[in-house]
Every structure is written in structure tokens, then in C-alpha cells.
């Protein structure tokens, strides 16, 4: 080939390059284009009812806005009141941790104890799964409305049936002693069969049984399997039960709401009926802004510890066994 012909053949080769990468950018751009648009409900919906109401609350956290009137910058002021001069906030939040890590290790014993028994393999397994699994498809307000009823001193059932073996009920959610038990126990039922379980057997089921028969041969008994084997094994399970179980409880309020309104004598006053009472009925929402930023922070510090404390305990495929 000839001098002239590869100088008129580079210009072409460079033409042909130069093209085809327009062609790759612009496919590029329609493909991500094309991406943004499909995920535009997510964050549209994400941007309008996440974030911009966390910003917003967060900003409204350091005024006096009770919607009607003039919204005034007063800086720290609401932090600074719910800490040192709300008679309810230490309390409420007592009221709340007692609640929370309580329930919690009673729903994950629970809910764990559940799947275990549907992993047998037992006959009618799937039955028994629906069965576990319906108390969590109970709307939340017929559940309090069922066990309002359930739990009355007077009229209920278990008082009732109690009263047939010569035992006088405790006064449940009239009760200052039997109020948090009451909700406990309303909490529990609607929770041990609910996604932790589904979460905890789907766990199970991926164990190697390689690790039961190694143990088998090992000599360890049933004891020893479920803690040598199965409970490391299911940790990272465990780990996330614990801290969705964690988020969702410290923001307890609906069955308190329904069922005593917070009472008997403040007894049921849990944090987030207090942030609901100041921003709906006393239309502090500034004040109570600054309460659910406080409450966030306080969750947020917990789980925190609890990454921080996984490293001891959460077993990871990646780092062998």
C-alpha cells in the first residue's frame, strides 16, 4: 500500500472511531435517561414524602410553629425545653425503653422458636405456617379493638377463664402494674409469626446440614447443635431482626393510643404518643419536631452499639468458620 493510500486511510479509520463513539455516548445517555424515568416513582415519591418532610422537620425542630401564626426562629430552644422542662420526656422515654427491650428479645425467642418448629418438616407444615403467620395480617386496629376486649377486668376472656380455677384477674389495661404487660402481650401475639419468622426459617433452611452431621459425629446433642451450629449460622438473621424490631418498637404509639390513650396515670405514655400529642393536640409542631429528631438520634445511637457490638458475635460466610 502506498504512502498516499495510508494517509488517506488513518483520516477514515479516525472518522469510523469517532462515530462509533458518538453512537455510545448517545446510546449511554438514552440508557440512563431511560433508567431515571423508570425509577422516577421511587424517587419522586422519595424526594416529595421522605426527605423533603425530614428536612422540613428538622428546620421546624428549631422554631415555635403551631400553624397558625408567625413561625419564629428560636434555635436550640425546644431541645433544650424537652430536656430540661418537659415533666414527660424522661419518663416517656423510660416508658419506651422498657417497652422496646422487652418486646424485642420476646418476639426474636418467638418468632425463632416458630420457624424452628416449621422446619421439622412436620406433616400439615404448611397449614401451620399459615396459622403462624395470620396474627401479623391483622389490622392493627382490630387487634387492639379484639384485645381491649380480651383483657377487660369485668367481661374479658382470660379473666374469666381465670375466674373458673378460683383466680381473681389482675386488672390488665386499667392496671398502672398490668398496663405495659397488657401491651407486651398484644405486641407479641401479633408479632412472633410475622416477617421475623419468615426471615428466621428462610435462614434455617440455607444452613449446610455438612455442619449438623460433623456435630452428629462430634458427639453433640441437640443442645449443642442449635448453639454451635444453627444460632452462628443464622447471626446476620438475628442481627437484622434485632435491629427492624429495634426501629419499629421505639416508635410505638397505635396500641397504646387505642387502648388506654396513655393511661391509666401516664402508665402507657410512651414517647411517640407524646410527640403525637404535642404535634396533633396541641399543635406544637416545632416542639414536637424536635422531640422526633431527639428520638431518631436515640435510635440511631442504639443501633450504632449494635453494629458495633455484631463484630463479636455475627457470623459472616465471607469470614469462614
Not at 422519595?46 to 418532610?53: A, K, N, V
Request: hydrophobic content about 50%; glycine content about 8%; proline content about 5%.
Amino acid at each position: 500500500m502506498s504512502a498516499e493510500a495510508v494517509t488517506k486511510t488513518v483520516p477514515e479509520e479516525m472518522k469510523t472511531r469517532e462515530k462509533r463513539r458518538r453512537r455510545f455516548w448517545t446510546l449511554q445517555r438514552k440508557e440512563t435517561l431511560a433508567g431515571w424515568l423508570w425509577t422516577s416513582p421511587w424517587w419522586l415519591g422519595f424526594l416529595m414524602f421522605s426527605l423533603y418532610p425530614m428536612l422540613a422537620s428538622l428546620y421546624y425542630s428549631f422554631t415555635d410553629y403551631k400553624v397558625v401564626g408567625a413561625t419564629q426562629f428560636v434555635g436550640i430552644g425546644n431541645y433544650v425545653q424537652a430536656i430540661t422542662q418537659d415533666p414527660q420526656f424522661w419518663p416517656s422515654l423510660g416508658r419506651t425503653a422498657y417497652y422496646t427491650f422487652t418486646m424485642v428479645p420476646l418476639a426474636l425467642i418467638g418468632s425463632l422458636l416458630a420457624a424452628i418448629i416449621l422446619n421439622q418438616g412436620l406433616r400439615g407444615t404448611n397449614l401451620y405456617r399459615t396459622i403462624f403467620f395470620l396474627p401479623s395480617l391483622v389490622p392493627s386496629v382490630a387487634l387492639a379493638v379484639m384485645w381491649t376486649w380480651i383483657l377487660n377486668p369485668k367481661y374479658g376472656m382470660i379473666n374469666n377463664l381465670l375466674s373458673m380455677i378460683d383466680i381473681q384477674g389482675p386488672g390488665w389495661l386499667s392496671s398502672t402494674k398490668w398496663a405495659i404487660p397488657s401491651l407486651l402481650l398484644m405486641g407479641f401475639w401479633g408479632s412472633f409469626g410475622g416477617s421475623s419468622m419468615l426471615i428466621f426459617l428462610a435462614s434455617l433452611q440455607s444452613v449446610p446440614r455438612d455442619l449438623y452431621e460433623v456435630a452428629e459425629l462430634d458427639g453433640a446433642n441437640a443442645w449443642r447443635k442449635f448453639r454451635h451450629v444453627t444460632v452462628p449460622m443464622i447471626s446476620p438473621a438475628i442481627m437484622f431482626n434485632s435491629v427492624m424490631g429495634t426501629i419499629y418498637t421505639f416508635q410505638s404509639f397505635l396500641y397504646a393510643y387505642l387502648t388506654t390513650g396513655g393511661g391509666p396515670q401516664w402508665a402507657t405514655w410512651f414517647f411517640g404518643l407524646h410527640i403525637y400529642t404535642n404535634a396533633f393536640e396541641y399543635f406544637k409542631m416545632g416542639y414536637a419536631s424536635a422531640l422526633s429528631w431527639c428520638m431518631f438520634i436515640i435510635v440511631l445511637l442504639i443501633i450504632f452499639i449494635y453494629f458495633k457490638l455484631s463484630g463479636r458475635w455475627v457470623f459472616m460466610a465471607s469470614e469462614g468458620t
